[in-house]
Structure formats: structure tokens, C-alpha cells
């Protein structure tokens, strides 16, 4: 059974740091593009951050960039999310997806090819 759970939200004053993981299982991890998604309430879904499944393509939303860092360990089956300096502009749901088709790199512009998303862990910026 596919899974992908998110872990590792939290409260945090603004300029701190969390770390998100997404732990994978059900598939062959190594051969998918994985991004992180946020959404605040009201608001439309986002594309934070995007990674190919051999970690060669990297891409960052411009609200991020520069704070945010997105890697991933297959070994471990999982894909992380590195936020610092965090704003409270960052608070939301943070969800993982999974792109649809192997070995084939996944932008943050087409939510609609991630096929396979977690449940979300909530982040909230405040002081």
C-alpha cells in the first residue's frame, strides 16, 4: 500500500527553524520526483519545493528560496523539507506528493501530475 507521511510540524516564532520529513513506503522511492505543497487557510494550494528521484533537480517556489532546502535520502525512503528563517507567511498545512510517472521529473507548476499525496502536518508561524 502506497503511503507518505509527513512528520515534524510544529509552533515556531518567527526566525526559527523545523525540519519537515516525508516518509515514503508502498513504492520503488528511488524512482519519483517528491515535492512539498503547502496551504493556508483561504488560500490556494502553493508549490514549495521540488526534488527528481536521483536528486539532480532541484526546485524552490521564490517565496522560499534562499530559506527553504529540500533533500532526500533513499536508503531511507525519505524526502525532507529544511525551513529557516521562517516567516509567518509560512503557516500552513505542508503536504508531500508523489509525481506520477518514473524517472520523469515533476515541476511545482503541475500539481496535477503528483498523483499520491500525504496527509499534511501543520506549521504554524507566530509569535
Known amino acids: 500500500q502506497l503511503q507518505l507521511v509527513e512528520s515534524g510540524g510544529g509552533v515556531m516564532q518567527p526566525g526559527g527553524s523545523l525540519r519537515l520529513s516525508c516518509a515514503a513506503s508502498g513504492f520503488a522511492f528511488g524512482r519519483y520526483t517528491i515535492g512539498w505543497f503547502r496551504q493556508a487557510p483561504g488560500k490556494e494550494r502553493e508549490g514549495v519545493a521540488c526534488?527528481?528521484?536521483?536528486?539532480?533537480?532541484?526546485n524552490h517556489a521564490d517565496s522560499v528560496k534562499g530559506r527553504f532546502t529540500i533533500s532526500r535520502d533513499n536508503a531511507k525512503n525519505t524526502v525532507y523539507l529544511q525551513m529557516n528563517s521562517l516567516k509567518p507567511e509560512d503557516t500552513g498545512v505542508y503536504f508531500c506528493?508523489?509525481?506520477?510517472?518514473?524517472?520523469?521529473?515533476?515541476?511545482?507548476?503541475?500539481?496535477?501530475?503528483?498523483?499520491?499525496w500525504g496527509q499534511g502536518t501543520q506549521v504554524t508561524v507566530s509569535s
Open positions: 506528493a508523489r509525481g506520477n510517472n518514473p524517472y520523469r521529473h515533476v515541476s511545482l507548476s503541475r500539481p496535477s501530475d503528483y498523483g499520491y
Open positions: 526534488i527528481s528521484y536521483n536528486s539532480g533537480l532541484r
